[in-house]
């Protein structure tokens, strides 16, 4: 990582540091700590989403069917088992991983819009299984009593305790994925994006890297439905749907798809939105949402990240920013 973006990384785990304290004292914005609870898991999401749409250039409509995969993996297992929710964890991002490299082979062979409709595709399918198999799932009624997550004995209901655990995870999983995007699969990732055929014509395995990033972005977003769960301690199949996975692309589309910092901003920025100011619409939420991705494909094809660099003097967005190179 750059200085410029070591930086942002300590600024900004600051100001997550500091912010429940900020807002805590004043009662009409404390629920902002629940929003940003929400922010950080949808964040592990959008950081995958960003690696595979912004970098590997691949489009995937299925991030919440990863999502839901990982969710219920953790709510069926310690509701119907009594495992240990810690255990059980990393059960779901291997049985997405696992589901997301039997896809990735042959769904990721395709291009364009073929792609989006694959992984559209099999999203409605897991959204279709987790509403009719009730004995497993509970259907559209849901799951509930699902245990919360303990550290030392200790359960964590307080707000406080989960956010910092969960916004101790994403920077985890930011700093990994800066470190990706520096090594030579990172540079692999940018020429695929860029040009594929002169990337396999420079000896790139573009194929295997394709997947892995697929892998990757599942893992992240069954890491994210497990936080999820232990966090709600209820769930249900509406949570996991197409219009989820929509909501999730608007994210990193918002922010700057070719940005980790745009991921993450569009992210809160979006979690905000649909919390606080969208909740008016009511039915009327889907049109919204979509007036909002219109707007930011005619006007901002690059994400709020550019403004900010243009903001800051620069007239594009610089490498360091967009997309983690030195």
């Not at 420079?202 to 697929?214: D, I």
């Not at 100011?277 to 094809?301: H, K, N, R, T």
Request: charged share 10%; glycine share 10%; hydrophobic share 55%.
């Amino acid at each position: 990582m750059s200085r410029k973006d070591w930086g942002i990384f300590l600024g900004t785990m600051l100001l997550i540091g500091v912010f429940p304290w900020l807002v805590k004292p004043f009662k009409a914005v404390s629920h902002y700590i629940d929003i940003m609870v929400f922010a950080g898991i949808f964040t592990l999401i959008s950081i995958g989403l960003s690696m595979l749409m912004g970098y590997a250039g691949q489009i995937s409509m299925a991030q919440a069917a990863f999502f839901g995969i990982g969710a219920y993996t953790s709510g069926i297992l310690t509701t119907r088992f009594g495992l240990n929710p810690w255990l059980v964890m990393p059960v779901g991002m291997l049985l997405a991983a696992v589901v997301a490299w039997l896809l990735g082979i042959p769904a990721l062979r395709l291009k364009g819009h073929y792609l989006a409709m694959a992984t559209l595709g099999f999203g409605v399918i897991v959204h279709i299984v987790l509403s009719e198999e009730v004995n497993w799932t509970g259907g559209p009624s849901g799951m509930a009593d699902i245990p919360s997550l303990t550290i030392a004995g200790t359960r964590l209901t307080s707000e406080i305790a989960y956010y910092y655990l969960v916004w101790a995870a994403v920077f985890l999983v930011l700093l990994f994925c800066f470190l990706v995007l520096h090594s030579r699969v990172g540079r692999a990732l940018r020429a695929i994006h860029e040009e594929q055929t002169a990337a396999e014509a420079m000896g790139v395995p573009t194929a295997r890297l394709k997947v892995q990033v697929f892998v990757l972005s599942a893992v992240l977003a069954a890491l994210a439905g497990s936080f999820y769960t232990h966090y709600v301690t209820f769930l249900n199949p509406g949570s996991f749907n197409l219009m989820w996975s929509i909501r999730f692309m608007l994210m990193v589309m918002v922010g700057g798809m070719q940005s980790l910092w745009g991921a993450l901003l569009g992210t809160v920025l979006m979690t905000f939105v649909g919390n606080e100011w969208l909740q008016v619409f009511a039915d009327f939420e889907i049109l919204a949402y979509g007036a909002i991705l219109l707007v930011v494909a005619l006007f901002l094809p690059r994400g709020l990240v550019s403004l900010i660099s243009q903001g800051f003097g620069s007239r594009k967005v610089r490498p360091s920013l967009a997309d983690g190179s030195s």
